[in-house]
């Protein structure tokens, strides 16, 4: 496999990088042609997945460069509308590469399915029911997917909650805890709690309401770590020992003060969302998870840690819910997913998870490096003068012109463009 170190990717010509990305990922004259957006979703695709389809939605397909998770060099296709996402991420990517990469891990792929029991006249005596038949219900929830089962998934344990007391009076749930293997797992499990509810309803005599799968799924976590040497965080204006405590510091904010803590999440997610839309995957479900997660102890706070290791150098962490897969719905159904997944060389869900952990915590330090440095707006303005420029009319060469203009005037602004490029073509 060549090395994902592609100095210079930014500046090459649009064909080039497509090129290259074919090449890697050993593409086909097809799929490259989707890569392109010639042979992505048609209308007729579209119309297929979801209701009421009048047309499709394009957003920019970039490359983050420079990943190295588990030892394995990668591609990182991300799709996102936000200027310096994919730019921050491949930049932080290449610090990581000093100190060996990403490492990542994730659980087991086991989802949790909720079931609701209303009108339960002893709950506790219920619970201990629901409890005596577990391997009844696990067996009948095992019937629901035999696919599933062989491949060596399918549902693991039963849990039983109480709550003496909620809006609409005393309340029963049910978890069903299944092994969704490669696919993220809503149809499975979804399916299997409908099985499962006349036989709850049946034990415990009450009457099942709600079931159906929890977004917050804190039994798949991904977790991501990496080392950066202090001396490879230096910069023209900041010594490498100034950058690695400016982003503890900014860490400590985040983790102190959920106002912070919510943008600086924000900023994790910026990567998280942008592969996890690529591979076709359901990033509100992913948003979801990952907030509630964030909140578990009662109080909002960062998803990252970052702090000094004895030797002095930085060493960065995330922990988070990750539900992907790599089977079923859009992600199988959408031509531009399926290159993603190619490009991304995955062969299961997990390995998946894990390098959508490694981009977020990317995309983490390059936010709070930047903020810890020259200020966010600096390089991100930049890449914003772009749309700025494109959207006051510039075309081609004009484009460069423009932003090359309002940066040096450091006047990024609509009113600026549209007079520049007047002044341009004048």
């Not at 998770?69 to 610090?95: C, F, Q, T, W």
């Not at 009108?119 to 067996?139: C, H, I, K, M």
């Not at 479900?285 to 964030?294: Q, R, S, T």
């Not at 990317?362 to 020259?374: D, K, P, S």
Request: charged share 20%; aromatic share 4%; net charge neutral.
């Amino acid at each position: 496999m060549p090395s994902s170190r592609l100095s210079g990717f930014y500046d090459r010509p649009l064909e080039e990088r497509v090129a290259l990305v074919s090449r890697w990922a050993d593409l086909t004259p097809d799929e490259t042609e989707t890569l392109r957006g010639a042979l992505g979703l048609s209308p007729q695709r579209a119309d297929q997945m979801i209701e009421n389809v009048v047309g499709r939605h394009a957003l920019p397909l970039g490359i983050a460069v420079n990943f190295t998770v588990n030892g394995r060099d990668i591609l990182v296709p991300m799709v996102i509308e936000e200027p310096s996402v994919v730019a921050g991420a491949s930049y932080a990517a290449k610090l990581a590469r000093a100190g060996g990469g990403f490492q990542a891990t994730t659980t087991p792929p086991e989802m949790i399915g909720q079931l609701q029991a209303l009108d339960v006249t002893d709950p506790w005596r219920a619970r201990f029911d629901l409890l005596a038949a577990r391997d009844e219900l696990l067996a009948l929830a095992r019937e629901t997917d035999p696919v599933i089962v062989k491949l060596g998934g399918g549902p693991r344990d039963l849990e039983v909650r109480v709550f003496e007391q909620t809006a609409v009076g005393p309340m029963l749930v049910v978890h069903l805890i299944f092994d969704c293997r490669d696919a993220m797992g809503a149809n499975t499990v979804n399916t299997a709690c409908e099985t499962l509810a006349p036989h709850i309803e049946r034990i415990t005599g009450g009457r099942v309401v709600l079931r159906i799968l929890s977004n917050l799924a804190d039994r798949r976590l991904a977790r991501a770590r990496c080392r950066i040497p202090t001396a490879a965080l230096e910069t023209g204006d900041f010594s490498g020992e100034r950058v690695a405590q400016g982003i503890v510091e900014a860490w400590a904010f985040a983790a102190a003060d959920p106002y912070r803590a919510a943008t600086h999440n924000k900023g994790i997610m910026n990567g998280i969302d942008a592969v996890v839309l690529a591979t076709g995957n359901d990033w509100r479900a992913v948003e979801a998870g990952a907030h509630a997660y964030a909140a578990r102890s009662g109080r909002y706070t960062s998803l990252t840690t970052w702090e000094r290791n004895a030797a002095g150098d930085l060493v960065g962490t995330l922990e988070m819910p990750l539900a992907v897969g790599i089977v079923g719905g859009a992600t199988r159904v959408h031509p531009t997913a399926q290159v993603a997944l190619k490009i991304l060389g995955v062969r299961t869900a997990r390995e998946l998870a894990e390098i959508i952990a490694a981009v977020g915590l990317a995309q983490n330090l390059a936010a709070i490096r930047a903020l810890a440095t020259e200020g966010i707006q600096r390089g991100h303005m930049r890449l914003h003068a772009r749309q700025i420029a494109i959207a006051a009319g510039a075309t081609g060469d004009e484009v460069a012109q423009v932003v090359a203009r309002m940066v040096s005037q450091r006047r990024i602004r609509p009113d600026v463009a549209e007079s520049i490029l007047a002044e341009i073509r004048a």
